[in-house]
């Protein structure tokens, strides 16, 4: 399984919201389980070490759907921030905590409600550390 990139700002924070989740009601916990899994095969960066084309916390990434050419853009969030009219996906959210740590290019299968997505990073349209925003 290929690596991923999380920065390590990121994964502290994302260990926090772990942590404070187990807590959380069963429909509020998301996709604790997967994304956990995800933290642990991470390859952690500093934030000013992390390659551009990777989705951190509050990037906004297009993906392609490979069994549909459907292309959707999501900005992934912490889960306070998340807002679907917004195109603003938690990272508890199946298809947010997939997203995570992958690079233009990448190819990731995901579990959703409805079967598995596969999916492709095609762009990073906007990723807070190339553009120097350290403490959002």
């Known amino acids: 399984m ?13 260990q926090k919201l772990l942590a404070a989740a ?3 009601d069963a429909r509020n916990r998301g996709d604790l389980e997967s994304l956990k899994e995800e933290l642990n095969r991470a390859e952690m960066v500093a934030p000013t ?5 990777v989705i951190t916390m509050n990037s906004t990434a297009e993906l392609e759907d490979l069994d549909t050419q459907e292309k959707v ?6 889960p306070e921030d998340a807002d ?4 603003k996906i938690s990272i508890l959210a199946p298809i947010g905590a997939g997203m995570i ?17 596969r999916l492709k990073v ?11 925003h350290f403490h959002l």
């Not at 679907?84 to 195109?87: A, E, F, I, K, Y």
Request: charged share 25%.
């Open 2 to 14: 290929k690596s991923i990139h999380i920065t390590t700002q990121d994964y502290q924070r994302l």
């Open 22 to 24: 187990e807590n959380f």
């Open 49 to 53: 070490d992390v390659p551009k084309d």
């Open 73 to 78: 853009v999501f900005t992934l969030v912490f």
């Open 84 to 87: 679907p009219d917004q195109s």
């Open 101 to 117: 740590g992958y690079r233009v290019g990448d190819e990731f299968s995901w579990k959703v409600p409805h079967g598995v997505r």
């Open 122 to 132: 095609s762009q990073v349209l906007y990723q807070p550390e190339a553009a120097g």
